[in-house]
């Protein structure tokens, strides 16, 4: 009887630790691509920035690693495997604080973060979106909408070939 009790319980755990297993690696991976958040991104180097009017509304900050960089910075294309590039964003909203000291109202600042969307290149795991994998992320958790996620290459592959899925360029 004891047996019986200590197995369902030890069950019951292993269920559980499963289980949120899975859960964990289903808000840190993107569908479709199992693409994760960089860990250090944020150190990362700035490639340029962007803007979005309408229903966006954003400021955008993007942001390569060295391999991602380094190819930027030699014009090389295709981006070779390992590259990633980030595209973090903010609402853009003016800033009352700021235009206080200006004689009139001019100022617009990053406001809360919106989401982090993530490009990795590495065409051996990624051979049927032109070698790139998608990811995109509200607080650190992966968007786990698949019609987004496949929107993401549908849209990226209307660039010419030579631009490899890219739309941003280096700002020096
Ligand atoms: C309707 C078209 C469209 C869709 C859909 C789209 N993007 Fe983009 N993306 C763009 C454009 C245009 C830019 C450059 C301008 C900007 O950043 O606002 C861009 C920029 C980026 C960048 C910065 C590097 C680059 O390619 O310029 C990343 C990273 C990125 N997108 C990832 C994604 C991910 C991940 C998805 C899917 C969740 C996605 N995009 C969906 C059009 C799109």
Redo the contacts with the bound molecule.
């Keep these: 009887m004891r047996t019986g009790a200590l197995l369902a319980l030890s069950t019951l755990i292993l269920g559980a630790s499963a289980l949120s297993a899975t859960v964990r690696e289903r808000v840190e991976a993107?569908p479709v691509y199992g693409v994760t958040l960089p860990k250090d991104y944020r150190h990362w180097t700035l490639?340029s920035v962007?803007?979005?009017n309408g229903k966006?509304n954003d400021i955008?900050a993007?942001l390569g690693n060295d391999i991602a960089v380094e190819a930027y910075r030699k014009g090389k294309r295709p981006f070779p495997d390992g590259a990633v590039?980030?595209?973090l964003a903010w609402r853009y909203q003016s800033s009352s604080r700021n235009d206080a000291v200006f004689p009139a109202p001019q100022s617009f600042v990053a406001g809360a973060a919106t989401n982090v969307?993530?490009?990795v290149k590495d065409s051996k795991r990624f051979p049927r979106s032109g070698g790139w994998g998608?990811?995109?992320f509200e607080n650190g958790v992966a968007?786990p909408d698949v019609t987004?996620?496949q929107?993401?290459f549908?849209?990226?592959n209307?660039l010419e070939k030579s631009e490899d899925?890219?739309?941003?360029a280096w700002s020096p």
Excluded: D, P, W
């Design positions: 993107s490639i962007a803007q979005e966006n955008r993007i590039i980030v595209r969307q993530v490009s998608y990811g995109q968007n987004l996620m929107s993401c549908s849209c990226h209307k899925l890219v739309f941003t």
